[in-house]
């Protein structure tokens, strides 16, 4: 009988949210097939007791539509960060590949064939350590899947194989990449600041495991399988969440039919992806489009990040 691989989802404060992911994932044919678990970290200060309440009710409830669900309630916060890594490591101690969500995203129907599809197909590829099912470029001349040295961390999977690799040492991580002259090329030819978020990391200026798993990988040369039509959709953008500011800067339309699966070959990266990726970065984050983009906020009287 053929198993699928485990999905964590890591919630927190944000009830709506909440109820969409998982009716979503709901909506998936393989949802009943598949184990969920769920990771409901505490309340960090006072004001957000009453919404993780709220969320651990929707959870008691009773979820319905999978093999099984897991929930832990975490009697300490511990942040997303912290969690994520937690998670998944403790999830790869048994299993040897993991699905993993947060409760700002939407999937669409075939979001799980995909991933369980691309998890077996490339499971013996020691090139490719991360799948990534969402694409916000929404560029139409991209391949349905494509082979790129970047991991994005809305609705991505993993194996026990390639997350060995992940080292929650930012320090070590930027002066690898400082030592080796590969900031430019880790920040799509300078034009997204990969770099610079790593550095804050390490100054305790964010918390974000995401930018320690891309540079991880990045730098063993490693690949990322992506979609090139979009299987998830980032919701966090209202201004609900600890990272994401208001906007639709990385909005994405849900692709709602299978996406297949063909093992690439040769396994290298797709450079004319990568291009696309540059120009994207480019276009959306030079000073003139921020500036552009600030004052379209202001105009709507938006004064979120």
Request: charged letters at 25%; a positive charge.
């Amino acid at each position: 009988m053929k198993t699928y691989s485990p999905i964590l989802l890591f919630v927190y404060n944000r009830p709506e949210h909440t109820r969409r992911i998982i009716e979503s994932l709901r909506l998936n044919p393989l949802a009943a097939e598949s184990r969920l678990i769920i990771y409901s970290d505490a309340a960090k200060t006072g004001k957000d007791i009453p919404a993780v309440e709220e969320v651990r009710h929707i959870l008691s409830g009773g979820i319905t539509g999978f093999a099984s669900v897991t929930i832990v309630e975490q009697t300490e916060n511990k942040g997303l960060a912290q969690s994520i890594i937690s998670g998944v490591s403790q999830t790869l101690d048994v299993h040897d590949r993991v699905i993993v969500l947060e409760d700002d995203l939407v999937v669409a129907p075939y979001f799980l064939q995909f991933m369980n599809d691309a998890l077996e197909t490339y499971k013996d590829e020691p090139r490719v350590g991360h799948i990534q099912a969402c694409d916000f470029t929404q560029d139409t001349s991209l391949p349905d899947t494509f082979l790129i040295k970047w991991t994005g961390s809305w609705g991505w999977a993993t194996w026990k194989r390639a997350w060995q690799h992940f080292n929650p040492d930012g320090k070590a991580l930027l002066a690898e990449l400082e030592e080796r002259r590969l900031t430019r090329t880790f920040d799509f030819n300078g034009n997204y600041g990969f770099t610079r978020m790593l550095r804050r990391q390490t100054e305790g200026r964010n918390n974000s495991w995401a930018i320690r798993w891309n540079a991880g990988l990045f730098l063993k040369d490693m690949l990322s399988l992506n979609a090139g039509k979009s299987l998830v959709r980032n919701e966090g953008f209202d201004g609900s969440g600890t990272n994401c500011g208001s906007g639709g800067l990385y909005s994405s339309q849900l692709w709602m039919q299978p996406l297949p699966v063909e093992k690439i070959f040769p396994v290298e990266e797709n450079k004319a992806a990568r291009k696309i990726y540059e120009d994207y970065y480019r276009r959306t984050n030079s000073f003139t489009a921020k500036a552009i983009r600030r004052i379209r906020r202001a105009l709507r009287g938006d004064f979120g990040a």
